[in-house]
Nanobody, 122 residues
């Protein structure tokens, strides 16, 4: 059973930066895609970014492209999300997920972390 554990959430002012990390329990994730999703209160979970295990391919939601950067550290089994120029509308619970394809579809991801809260507010 793959376990994903997120960390790095918190409170940040608009325009600030935050880095989220997701540690995966299994080295067999080498065949997986790692992604980040978020869910704001009263809204559906939405795609943020994803990266192949090799790190050679990435995909971003239009709302975060140019502000967020996803990266992977294979040696540490960790995927990170660097978030810059944060906006109040980025406030949400952020989830790490693992799946078989580099897609934006939530249902295509097999394993999920518990989530970490990100709040952007002055």
């Amino acid at each position: 059973q793959v376990q994903l554990v997120e960390s790095g959430g918190g409170l940040v002012q608009p325009g600030g930066s935050l880095t989220l990390s997701c540690a995966a329990s299994e080295r067999t994730l080498s065949s997986y895609v790692l992604g980040w999703f978020r869910q704001a209160p009263g809204k559906e979970r939405e795609f943020v970014a994803a990266i192949t295990w090799s790190g050679t391919s990435t995909k971003y939601a239009d709302s975060v492209r140019g502000r967020f950067t996803i990266s992977i550290d294979n040696a540490k089994n960790t995927v990170s999300l660097q978030m810059d120029s944060l906006k109040p509308e980025d406030t949400a619970v952020y989830y790490c997920a693992a799946g078989g394809f580099l897609v934006r579809t939530t249902t295509m991801y097999d394993y999920w972390g518990q989530g970490t809260q990100v709040t952007v507010s002055s």
